[in-house]
């Protein structure tokens, strides 16, 4: 039998409802709806019964969801039951604080390596990883197999540094470069761009008018 594809949107919505979910369960609440969630993740109802009915059946008619299942089903669902090591390359200013960001120590996704050019800074060390040069990039990604990065380099190196990682045997990149990466190889890409997603939002701020 064929397995239906899930649209990117789907899973981009998933981690939304595990967190919502996560607090839950800590606050030891038993069950939810899906008008709860929507009303607090001001996500329409319909369309989360929608998302979760694509990977099983999780909910009771009348009765909701138990909170603590479906935690561990999204967890399964988002490989989060496993360890995934990840690599950042880029030990700047944005590098230094996503390595010092304990979130990515949750959901057992794991910043194991830290990679930079700059001489000045191999050898030095950030949340008690020894920054290394990029040169060792595909010895420890296979050693400590790593499967996914994250790339915090200025735009003009980035598709180098995706390259690089592809090549090391990376399986999917989150870039906070300020360019689109493109590559021809099997691996998925999300781009963090701050400042397209500023400009949108200046979009919806009302007129000032002068006086």
Not at 25 to 49: E, F, H
Not at 94 to 117: E, T
Not at 169 to 184: M, Y
Request: zero cysteines; glycine letters at 6%.
């Amino acid at each position: 039998m064929k397995t239906p594809k899930i649209s990117e949107a789907v899973v981009r919505r998933l981690p939304i409802y595990l967190r919502y979910l996560t607090y839950l369960k800590q606050m030891q609440v038993k069950t939810v709806s899906s008008q709860q969630m929507g009303k607090v993740l001001d996500v329409n109802p319909a369309q989360i019964r929608k998302d979760l009915s694509a990977f099983g059946d999780f909910g009771k008619k009348g009765i909701g969801y138990d909170v603590e299942y479906l935690v561990d089903k999204i967890r399964q669902i988002l490989k989060l039951d496993q360890e995934i090591h990840v690599a950042l390359v880029g030990a700047g200013h944005l590098g230094h604080a996503i390595s010092n960001y304990n979130a990515y120590l949750r959901d057992n996704l794991r910043i194991v390596a830290i990679f930079d050019n700059d001489p000045a800074k191999l050898g030095k060390k950030i949340a008690g990883l020894t920054i290394q040069p990029l040169e060792e990039l595909k010895e420890t990604v296979e050693r400590l197999q790593i499967r996914l990065a994250i790339i915090t380099v200025p735009a003009v190196a980035a598709q180098g540094v995706a390259d690089q990682l592809i090549a090391a045997g990376i399986e999917g990149i989150l870039n906070f470069a300020p360019v689109t990466i493109r590559t021809d190889a099997d691996v998925r890409i999300h781009h963090a761009d701050v400042t397209s997603s500023l400009q949108s939002l200046a979009y919806y701020l009302p007129e000032k008018h002068s006086s």
